[in-house]
């Protein structure tokens, strides 16, 4: 079975210092996978994926995310976290050439402290 | 403007009752979905449309029926209401059908059955 895994459920970092938020996958062929963020009562918001290419994407509001195929990982980093990005973030994959059935984590919480 | 939006944004009703939540997108997508997220933040696709289409109908209670009147709107009426469909429920749109295409979800209904 596919799956998407987010190892912690909170992570807690302090303004300006670096983030980073894991995710791994298990999703078979060739994955496309996803980062969204959801903020209290809001939906979710897309933030950067990665379909092929490079293995370091770029997104929103400074986020990057680095595919490791070996690893099954794709991290979430920030260089400089801002208290502003506290929220709920959520990993997906699907499977490359299938339907754009999104497999979700469960979510990691994401507190910045000033 | 908004992209995605549904209506209603909160719905309390009593168990046994019929329901339905409205989605509407104006980015012009091919594609929408319906997500349930649980009181754990879980997210899972319920079902998905293309064009008017079913094309993916995840193992919901056929209580739950989507409907699709055009490409633009996709609403879900709900059967009977059960205290376990309480949620808060997600309608989403992509450009189509490919696993590439990321997805805009819009704000949420939460649903709440006494």
């Known amino acids: 079975a596919q799956s998407v895994a987010q190892p912690e459920d909170q992570v807690n970092v302090a303004e300006g210092n670096p983030l980073t938020v894991k995710c791994t996958y298990s999703?078979?062929?060739?994955?496309?996978l996803f980062w969204y963020v959801q903020y209290p009562n809001r939906g979710l918001q897309f933030l950067l994926k990665?379909?092929?290419?490079?293995?370091l994407v770029k997104g929103s509001y400074g986020f990057e995310a680095e595919f490791n195929k070996s690893q099954t990982s794709f991290h979430l980093k920030k260089p400089s976290a801002l208290v502003s990005d506290s929220a709920l973030y959520f990993c997906?994959?699907?499977?490359?050439?299938?339907?754009?059935?999104?497999?979700f984590g469960a979510g990691t919480r994401l507190a910045v402290h000033p | 403007d908004t992209a995605v939006s549904q209506t209603p944004k909160y719905l309390v009703t009593q168990m046994g009752n019929d329901k339905s939540i409205k989605c509407e997108q104006n980015?012009?997508?091919?594609?929408m979905y319906w997500y349930k997220q649980d009181s754990k933040k879980f997210l899972k696709i319920m079902f998905s449309?293309?064009?008017?289409?079913?094309?993916i109908n995840e193992t919901v209670p056929n209580r739950f029926s989507p409907k699709s009147p055009d490409k633009a709107h996709l609403n879900l009426h709900i059967n009977s209401l059960e205290l376990g469909d309480s949620a808060v429920y997600f309608c989403?749109?992509?450009?189509?059908?490919?696993?590439?295409?990321?997805?805009?979800f819009g704000p949420g209904t939460r649903l709440t059955v006494t």
């Open positions: 989403a749109s992509s450009q189509g059908l490919a696993s590439s295409y990321e997805q805009y």
């Open positions: 999703v078979s062929g060739n994955p496309y």
């Open positions: 990665y379909i092929t290419g490079d293995n």
């Open positions: 997906a994959g699907v499977r490359s050439g299938g339907y754009n059935k999104l497999i």
């Open positions: 980015l012009g997508h091919d594609t």
């Open positions: 449309y293309n064009n008017k289409e079913l094309i």
